[in-house]
């Protein structure tokens, strides 16, 4: 099972979003567990790249306006992936990242 963690500017991020975009980010969130529990590549509607200038980061979208980047981190348990969410919103985030 995955393990995760945000910074503290993705709870920012978070507190300002509509509880539709907080439905729809879950919704992705938990199509990217899936995925990472069956050691699956991602599915190709979450869009995950890396994030331009940033080596490590990634962004994700999980709606037509949003987005949310995050890296991987040190799992509290062995053999499972570790996600550090680090923003979460729409494309305004990549110009305040």
Do not use: C
Not at 11 to 39: I, K
Not at 64 to 86: E, N, Q, V
Request: glycine share 8%; hydrophobic share 35%; net charge positive.
């Amino acid at each position: 099972m995955p393990t995760y963690e945000a910074d503290p500017r993705f709870w920012r991020d978070w507190e300002r979003l509509t509880e539709v975009q907080r439905s729809l980010f879950l919704s992705a969130v938990q199509q990217m567990v899936d995925d990472l529990r069956s050691r699956r590549r991602f599915h190709p509607r979450l869009r995950v790249k890396g994030y331009q200038g940033q080596p490590g980061v990634f962004e994700m979208t999980w709606a037509p306006d949003g987005r949310a980047l995050f890296r991987y981190g040190a799992s509290p348990r062995a053999g499972d992936t570790h996600i550090i969410w680090l923003r979460v919103g729409t494309h305004n985030i990549f110009q305040r990242p």
